[in-house]
């Protein structure tokens, strides 16, 4: 187990549904273990389905600490406050991305669709305007996250993007090696 300094909680952006294929879950639960394990408080966006109920409730299952943040207009769609350790109801989306930004100390972004695009964007849109300067992880499952690289790529072809921007996220294929980032990370 790696011993944390500086982060002490994650935030973990999600699909709420499961995906085509088994190994989304499998890899789900996998980081979710390591995050209890870790003992790192998993923040998240509060909901019971797909990956992000697989998640909450995985890191519950391995002792972890899990705090989800649920805009009022999902109620509907919201784990059962009981489930984890903390739930907290919110007004909008915005407000949720907002507190779920800053109460982590790091961000894992595992597969998911445009909800999950919109996390990953404003986590990087904020670090390029300094709004927080920490670590951002991709959970590349399966090839999930190859297009939207290639897509990086050609927006720093295309003078849209920095190559020095790039920096703001890392690709990682196994759970296990984004805690040895976030390790790094933590150590400087």
């Not at 999902?74 to 350790?85: F, M, R």
């Not at 739930?87 to 972004?109: G, L, N, P, T, Y």
Request: net charge negative; with cysteine.
């Amino acid at each position: 187990m790696i011993k944390f300094n500086r982060i002490k909680s994650v935030a973990v952006f999600m699909g709420s549904s499961f995906g085509d294929d088994t190994i989304y879950e499998q890899q789900t639960i996998e980081m979710s273990r390591l995050v209890a394990q870790h003992q790192l408080r998993m923040v998240y966006g509060g909901g019971k389905e797909g990956l992000m109920g697989v998640a909450a409730h995985s890191v519950m299952a391995a002792g972890g600490e899990v705090i989800g943040i649920s805009p009022i207009t999902l109620s509907a769609e919201a784990i059962d406050p009981d489930e984890i350790t903390q739930f907290i109801e919110v007004d909008s989306i915005d407000e949720r991305k907002q507190m779920m930004i800053a109460a982590a100390d790091a961000f894992i972004v595992l597969p998911g669709g445009f909800g999950t695009l919109e996390e990953l964007a404003q986590v990087i849109s904020w670090a390029k305007i300094d709004l927080h300067s920490k670590p951002l992880a991709l959970l590349n499952t399966k090839g999930f996250y190859d297009s939207l690289w290639r897509w990086l790529i050609d927006c720093v072809n295309c003078g849209f993007v920095q190559q020095s921007e790039l920096e703001y996220l890392h690709i990682f294929d196994h759970p296990l090696d984004i805690f040895t980032y976030f390790k790094s990370f933590d150590d400087v």
